[in-house]
């Protein structure tokens, strides 16, 4: 997780570690939900993102988007390009994302200098690695303290599974 994006303590007990793609529909609808689970135990938890860019008709733009997402990390701002993204699924073409950096404060030059020159492709590269390695079969992927998220332990429900991380 070193140097991956962090949204709470980084000195929270419990790391909660999300591999997902900006095509996918479910990363989209989890996202918010994650989050808001993480919040739930501010200063216990956190959330690390990983991108996991997914192949075959329809995820030919997640890729280009992790991309994009790490060009704003690189500014310290994955967080708002990451929510930009998944607020506009049908709008992530090359233009889109620099309206994106424009809209969230970045430094333009700067970030269409990363992203054309894909500057974070082996970022994205190493962390869909790290989740093929962790046998990944959809996304989003959601580990707790190292442990894959099962819905059928600790009610289904990650609230539930930082709880047992707590508990530990």
Known sequence: TQGRPVWGSDNAPVTVVVFADFTCSHCRADAPKIRAAVEQFRGRAKLVFKYFPLTGPGHERGRPAAIA????????????????IFENPNAMEDEDFVAYAEKIGLDVGKFKASYQGKKGDARVEADRKDGEVLE????PAVFVNGREMNELLFGGTLGGWIDDALKR
């Open 69 to 84: 997402a790490e060009a704003a990390h690189e500014q310290g701002k994955f967080w708002e390009m990451h929510d930009a």
């Open 136 to 139: 990944i079969r959809g996304t």
